[in-house]
């Protein structure tokens, strides 16, 4: 009784009743039910897919026995002809390779990098990627970890797992020298370790195991890397170096362990002793990281990020200050000399770069006394003092003007005074042997430039914080209020670029007080009107060899003009340019007589620079002619030689001055001169001859 009560309590009919035949109502379509129960048989189902599998399988059959065929005969033609059988090797795809490194940021496994690189170069699928593990407080080097970091070109495009065959994964932390992985249940350790493992790995790129010899050579080789340049000391090193210079020099193409040399040489901020050791290291970085060997992550080598200030031509710019000339003829200007030296521009995040490339970058920068890579001549360890006076006055000063939020870096701007000037080995400009009182007229005292040196003029504020119009327009205006004069873009049509990002203090009164304050070198300036700084400086543009140019400050305006002197730099395509401004000028003077010399000055340093290219083509052409000449002892063999040279050399010089671009502007008096010098010293008959004659005839002579 119970038995039954609990099978009818638990007895629960289906959800939905499932029958096998359900009768259909006659009124509607004839559909087929949607639930009804169906038995399957096997042998009901339809085999066929579409595919003659028999067929298939016929023509592959084919195929093998006509290649086994061909094969046969390829072998008995070899067999006729007396060839060694070759014996044919299938080549196995690469399988994928992958590894997790741990590195420490400050010895980072550039070899680990360079294989990846390589294999990218070779058409495989490469993946790169580096994380900070979060027992790493300070931040890793922005320009390191973008070297570990292959999104930009990475070959799979969708960043899959898939298709790669070679994946790298650094995880920053502090390790020590010795980078480890963990492979399967072991752990690697040592960065010569890993990438032996890698070789080894990858035996299809890499045949690191297919000789005895040079796997026992490349093993010795790897070890003496480990232990005498990753952990030796600097002799240690010097040591293996000259013991094993031949081996990276004699390869045509480096191998991994050029790799693991150069990464732990970097890694240990060596000197190169040799410089076929230094051209070595140089073609290894490029050729593989596509960076300079110096830089160990850094931004050494690459294009200066702090722009210098460009300044145009005064002569060329005439439509900008000539209606501001004629509405106020007491046009106030700041004036100083421009210098013929080096740019360069020190930072006070620690970076000093020339004009185009980084010299020194913040965290690469070596102490002082380590021997370093020369510009310009010198060392690099003189840019450290400015560097670290950079520092100082942000600190002090320049930090003190913007709000926390504003990221924002003073950069110093200067010429470095270096052996001769841009265009010559000697000293044109006598930068060294000034210092007393000038003879020229309208001027108080030559300033002595020291060689060595860098001459600041500039302070620039490269703000790295998104600046909107109006905020940029506050700087400059609190800026003006401190005493200083900003340099801006004055048009303000592209706030937030990276060039208008930047405020130039140009010098003044205010900006030399404070570089002096920081015993920075800088260089006189002067105060007056256009018109009268055109004629003091007069005299000094048209001497040659006296000044390379002015630089022409208008105060309040934002304009700032370079005006060179009278040398040889000025283009024909300038020239032209110098003219027509003269024209211009002249038009002026008629109404207001004052513009005359300003026009007069224009003039006269167009036709100096026209006379001066002028000398030194008719120079090089006497240069040329006279190198065609017979040695002395030849003429005095025969009268016939030396009246045969004598019309050589009379028409070579002839045809190089006629042939001369500038030969409708020379001088006619430079060109008579010449031509009578010519007749009178070349074509003579008797006098040249016997005065020649005279001269070689005795032995002392």
């Not at 990627?129 to 300070?138: G, M």
């Not at 109404?591 to 300003?598: G, H, M, R, V, Y």
Request: with cysteine.
């Amino acid at each position: 009784m119970l038995t039954a009560m609990v099978m009818k309590m638990y007895a629960l009919p289906p959800v939905q009743p499932l029958r096998g035949n359900v009768a259909l109502p006659e009124s509607m379509y004839q559909l087929p039910p949607i639930m009804r129960l169906s038995h399957l048989n096997n042998d009901d189902r339809p085999l066929s897919t579409g595919w003659n599998w028999d067929d298939v399988e016929a023509r592959q059959s084919s195929l093998l026995s006509q290649l086994q065929l061909l094969q046969t005969k390829v072998a008995s033609l070899r067999k006729d002809f007396g060839l060694q059988e070759v014996e044919v090797f299938q080549k196995e795809p690469m399988k994928r390779v992958s590894v997790v490194v741990h590195a420490d940021p400050r010895y980072p496994p550039y070899s680990l990098l360079c294989v990846g690189n390589l294999l990218k170069k070779a058409g495989f699928a490469t993946k790169v990627n580096n994380h900070v593990h979060s027992a790493l407080k300070e931040p890793v080097n922005k320009n390191l970890a973008n070297h570990f970091d292959s999104s930009e070109w990475d070959e799979c495009g969708d960043g899959s797992e898939s298709c790669e065959n070679y994946c790298l994964t650094v995880i920053w932390k502090l390790v020590g020298l010795d980078p480890y992985a963990s492979i399967g249940f072991d752990i690697v350790k040592g960065e010569a370790n890993i990438l032996r493992h890698l070789v080894r790995s990858l035996s299809t790129v890499f045949h690191y195991e297919t000789d005895d010899h040079q796997t026992l050579v490349f093993d010795s080789l790897m070890d003496d890397v480990h232990e005498n340049v990753t952990w030796g000391s600097d002799r240690d090193c010097v040591s293996f170096l000259e013991r094993s210079e031949s081996f990276f020099l004699s390869g045509a193409q480096r191998s991994f362990v050029d790799f693991l040399v150069w990464s732990a040489l970097l890694n240990k901020r060596f000197t190169i002793p040799s410089r076929r050791l230094l051209q070595w290291s140089i073609g290894t970085a490029f050729s593989t990281l596509k960076m300079t060997a110096a830089s160990n992550g850094s931004l050494i080598g690459k294009p200066n990020p702090y722009p210098f200030l460009s300044i145009k031509p005064f002569v060329e710019c005439a439509e900008e200050w000539l209606p501001l000339l004629e509405k106020d003829e007491r046009l106030n200007i700041v004036y100083m000399e421009k210098l013929d030296g080096s740019n360069t521009a020190v930072s006070s995040d620690g970076m000093a770069c020339s004009r185009r490339l980084v010299l020194l970058d913040g965290p690469s920068v070596p102490t002082k006394g380590k021997k370093m890579a020369n510009f310009m001549g010198f060392e690099l360890d003189f840019i450290l003092p400015y560097v670290e006076k950079v520092q100082r006055m942000y600190e002090t000063e320049i930090r003190q003007w913007f709000p926390p939020k504003d990221e924002v870096v003073a950069v110093c701007y200067g010429e470095l005074i270096v052996p001769g000037t841009s265009f010559s080995k000697e000293d044109v400009f006598n930068y060294q042997m000034r210092g007393g009182e000038s003879k020229t007229p309208n001027r108080e005292k030559n300033q002595m430039f020291l060689r060595g040196k860098i001459y600041s003029y500039s302070v620039g504020l490269h703000f790295k914080t998104l600046i909107s119009v109006e905020e940029y327009k506050e700087k400059i205006e609190k800026l003006r209020k401190k005493g200083y004069e900003p340099y801006y873009n004055s048009s303000m049509s592209h706030i937030g670029t990276e060039f208008d990002k930047i405020i130039y203090l140009l010098m003044n009164d205010k900006l030399k007080d404070l570089l002096d304050q920081f015993k920075f070198n800088t260089y006189k300036h002067n105060h007056d009107y256009l018109l009268n700084t055109i004629s003091k400086l007069r005299n000094d543009l048209l001497k040659p060899n006296m000044v390379e140019g002015y630089i022409l400050l208008i105060p309040k305006l934002s304009l700032i003009y370079k005006l060179k002197g009278a040398y040889d730099t000025f283009s024909d395509s300038r020239l032209k340019k110098i003219d027509v401004v003269v024209e211009k000028l002249k038009d002026k003077a008629e109404k207001q007589p004052n513009f005359k010399d300003l026009a007069d000055l224009f003039s006269d340093i167009c036709q100096a620079s026209k006379d001066t290219k002028t000398s030194k083509k008719i120079e090089k052409a006497i240069d040329s002619a006279m190198s065609k000449f017979p040695r002395l002892q030849d003429l005095v063999d025969g009268d016939e030689k030396l009246e045969e040279t004598k019309k050589i050399l009379v028409n070579v010089l002839l045809k190089e001055i006629n042939d001369s671009e500038d030969l409708e502007m020379a001088p006619k008096e430079t060109l008579s001169n010449l031509t009578e010098r010519i007749a009178s010293m070349l074509t003579s008959d008797s006098s040249a001859e016997k005065t020649t004659k005279e001269g070689l005839g005795s032995p002392q002579n």
